[in-house]
């Protein structure tokens, strides 16, 4: 599968983005989708994640309330909705595709579950 992560971009603090992750090549559904984000010198850091059923999600502590993972099958698209901006939310946003059946909110919070990923997206929060 191939993701391609859009809609970043210049957003005040308080504001709202939604950030797309288009695929290609096989369904979504078949996937357990994430989102992971890494802010300048600091390592990638997990955000939220979907499993493949669609009736699983988990977030991180830092999000949670604040973003919100969805996925259109008809689009073959997962989303991440992003309100209540802060500018500690500044980073480049990855999407990634894990091909595995074995789902946990610990596994999937883990980069090195995921197979494939998108080239990211720019995300700046200004204060």
């Known amino acids: 599968v191939q993701l391609q992560a859009s809609g970043g971009g210049l957003v005040q603090a308080g504001g709202s983005l939604r950030l797309s992750c288009a695929a290609s090549g096989r369904p979504v559904s078949t996937y357990t989708m994430g989102w992971f984000r890494q802010a300048p010198g600091q390592e990638r850091e997990f955000v939220t994640t979907?499993?493949?059923?669609?009736?699983?999600?988990y977030y991180a502590d830092s999000v949670k309330g604040r973003f919100t993972i969805s996925r259109d099958n008809a689009k073959n698209t997962v989303y991440l909705q992003m309100n209540s901006l802060k500018p500690e939310d500044t980073a480049v946003y990855y999407c990634?595709?894990?091909?595995?059946?074995?789902?946990?909110?610990?596994?999937?919070?883990?980069?090195?579950?995921?197979?494939?990923w998108g080239q990211g997206t720019l995300v700046t929060v200004s204060s």
């Open positions: 979907l499993s493949r059923s669609g009736d699983s999600t």
């Open positions: 990634a595709a894990d091909n595995s059946y074995y789902y946990t909110s610990q596994s999937a919070s883990r980069s090195a579950s995921y197979d494939y």
